[in-house]
């Protein structure tokens, strides 16, 4: 395997890792409401870039698609929504929010670099249609990692404070 398809399969799963992440952090933290919308919307982008790159990834010689993992239903979505209700109501939720933010900043933020790198590789080969998919999603990713510092740099302050 080159260096290419090495770093088209790394971030294919580091894209699906972090939608995955950004879905889990969306249904903990339901009752902030902020968090649960963004984190469901980026968590979509997420899923847009590995479609992306598993695209791409054809014309490397590799085979990225997969299924989607569902969406859980029934009894697994009623418990993370009781869950969410019941940390909501303890005095660390705000500590388990600025970690869960950490881990979606430092997901984003490894991704962003193998866009970085990808990016290069496809202008010193000139591979058009790879840096195409690199412009559409890497700006997301940078957002990505915008909106979590920006949380952390909000909720920091009273969080850590009030303990």
Same mark, same amino acid.
């Given at each position: 395997m080159?260096?290419?398809?090495?770093?088209?399969?790394?971030l294919?799963?580091g894209?699906?890792?972090l939608?995955?992440?950004?879905?889990? !952090?969306?249904?903990r933290?339901?009752?902030? /409401?902020? !968090?649960h919308h963004v984190?469901?919307d %980026?968590? !979509?982008?997420? &899923?847009?870039?590995?479609? /992306?790159?598993?695209?791409?990834? &054809?014309?490397?010689g %590799? #085979? =990225?698609?997969?299924?989607?993992?569902?969406?859980?239903?029934?009894? =697994?979505?009623? @418990?993370r +929504?009781r869950?969410? +209700?019941?940390v909501?109501?303890?005095p660390e939720?705000?500590? *388990?929010?600025?970690? #869960?933010? &950490?881990?979606?900043?430092l997901?984003a933020?490894?991704?962003? @670099?193998?866009?970085?790198? %990808?990016?290069q590789a496809?202008?010193?080969?000139?591979d +058009? +249609?790879?840096?195409s998919?690199v412009?559409?999603c890497?700006?997301?990713? @940078?957002r990505?990692?915008?909106?979590t510092?920006t =949380?952390i740099?909000? *909720?920091?302050?009273? !969080?850590?404070?009030?303990?």
């Amino acid at each position: 395997m080159n260096g290419i398809a090495f770093t088209l399969r790394a971030l294919h799963h580091g894209e699906r890792h972090l939608a995955g992440q950004l879905t889990a !952090v969306a249904e903990r933290h339901r009752t902030e /409401h902020e !968090v649960h919308h963004v984190a469901q919307d %980026l968590a !979509v982008w997420s &899923r847009a870039h590995a479609a /992306h790159l598993a695209e791409a990834a &054809r014309a490397h010689g %590799l #085979d =990225l698609a997969a299924s989607p993992g569902a969406p859980a239903a029934g009894v =697994l979505s009623s @418990l993370r +929504e009781r869950t969410a +209700e019941a940390v909501a109501r303890r005095p660390e939720p705000g500590l *388990l929010l600025l970690r #869960d933010l &950490r881990g979606l900043h430092l997901s984003a933020a490894e991704n962003s @670099l193998y866009w970085e790198m %990808l990016a290069q590789a496809a202008q010193a080969t000139r591979d +058009e +249609e790879l840096l195409s998919v690199v412009s559409t999603c890497h700006p997301q990713t @940078l957002r990505q990692m915008r909106w979590t510092n920006t =949380l952390i740099k909000n *909720l920091a302050p009273q !969080v850590l404070t009030s303990l």
